[in-house]
């Protein structure tokens, strides 16, 4: 669940953590096979490969899962699964607006899915377009914070493109219209600064604050989302405040 609340950016990142670690595999992997696919399996000519076997080389996923991946979706041993990457829309608790993206070789498997994971924790699919005008799709990349200030990645970054960088904590993010993220990517390695993630995402430019009760239902949602095997991200314009989020932490 993508959100600017740092409550909520916390949360997110610990439920990551602590997924099963063969769905989150599984999800780097496909992430490795669609880039290979489209852009080829040169990992140093396609910066989305290279991104993406980056981030699953970060989390673990084992080199020879790695490399398969790259094969199978460049072609190169002749197999590979054609992955359909599909967005659907809805509403959770509260009216909290949601975004579901998913790679899926089953387009009727997914959306089954998906409808049934929302309607049974409270939310309501939507018709295209009737929830993605909430949003901005962004490119966003992610720092670990470490000894990095805030005024040196500002430097790195602004003449590239970026639009602006958020304080997440332990990481900073860094937003970009995402014709110029590559431009700030490339920024970023020409300044030496390591990065954990370059992805594209939804930005929320209205929120919807909750109460405790109604936080606990949208996230229970966005979890039974987040459990599809199809389902890659959840956005959602849910404002938790500090408060709200410290009451969650004690359930």
């Not at 959770?92 to 409808?115: D, F, Q, W």
Request: overall charge negative; some cysteine.
């Amino acid at each position: 669940m993508s959100g600017h609340s740092k409550w909520a950016t916390t949360k997110h990142q610990k439920a990551a953590k602590d997924a099963k670690r063969s769905k989150n595999f599984a999800k780097l992997i496909k992430n490795i096979e669609v880039a290979a696919r489209s852009g080829g399996g040169d990992v140093n000519g396609n910066p989305t490969l290279f991104d993406a076997v980056a981030r699953a080389k970060k989390e673990s996923v084992p080199k020879d899962n790695i490399d398969r991946a790259v094969k199978r979706g460049s072609g190169a041993d002749g197999g590979g699964v054609e992955y359909t990457a599909i967005t659907y829309e809805g509403y959770g608790p509260s009216g909290v607006a949601i975004m579901i993206e998913c790679l899926t070789e089953n387009r009727n498997r997914a959306a089954s899915e998906v409808r049934v994971a929302v309607t049974r924790n409270g939310g309501n699919m939507a018709e295209i377009g009737s929830v993605s005008y909430l949003f901005n799709r962004k490119g966003s990349i992610v720092l670990p914070k470490g000894d990095l200030s805030e005024d040196d990645l500002l430097m790195a970054v602004l003449d590239a493109g970026a639009e602006e960088v958020i304080d997440q904590g332990d990481t900073f993010e860094v937003l970009a219209e995402t014709t110029d993220l590559s431009a700030v990517r490339a920024a970023l390695i020409e300044a030496g600064m390591e990065y954990d993630s370059v992805d594209l995402t939804f930005i929320p430019t209205l929120h919807v604050a909750v109460d405790v009760e109604a936080a606990r239902k949208v996230l229970r949602l966005v979890d039974a989302i987040e459990d599809l095997d199809d389902v890659q991200n959840v956005y959602t314009n849910v404002d938790i405040s500090d408060e709200v989020g410290a009451a969650l932490e004690e359930d």
